[in-house]
């Protein structure tokens, strides 16, 4: 009796241990279940799973918009309330954000040219970066390179004021030379709405 408690307990731990959740991008169908961490091989790419169960890596994952598991489409993160997303069409024009609220600057580019968009200059101090410039690429089939994507700046607007985004398109090793494009946006922040 003692012995078949010991290897019981010995199982449910060992157990506990593996089958972790996988740290995963998963789709609601998927998201529950249990994974054990092993390494598998991603379907698009053949780097590694973070799980033998899961068809993609988490890099694949992002690019595709798919669960790592079964593959099926992943819901789009929403932006916050409130929140202010613009893009070319903005260049040049004022927007207004209340505080605490984030601006995204979305800019297309094309990294595989050499050209990424770079903050070059965040004027007043109405306004604050948050986190780096991200590259999120367009989605398209396996394997194909060089389709371009999007470049997000993300910003909070911390306190009453005015501020101003310059934003560069060049190729960071080209020093001297001007971006071949520029993006320019001025903000009015708004203190929060009384409740």
Known sequence: MRRQLVVA?????WLALVAVPAAADLCAKCKGKMYIQNIGKCEACGGPTSSGAFKLC???SARLGQCEH????????????????????????TVTAKVGKLVVVRLAGNPTTGYSWSVKKLAGKALEQVGKLKYVPRKVPARMVGSGGKFLATFRA???GKAAITMAYARPWEKGKPPIKTFKLAIVVEPPAKK
């Open 58 to 60: 988490k890099k694949c």
């Open 9 to 13: 307990v010995t199982v449910a731990v």
């Open 70 to 93: 079964c593959r099926a489409p992943l819901k789009k993160k929403a932006l916050p309330p409130d929140s202010i997303a613009v893009d070319e069409k903005a260049n040049g024009t």
């Open 158 to 160: 911390v306190k009453p």
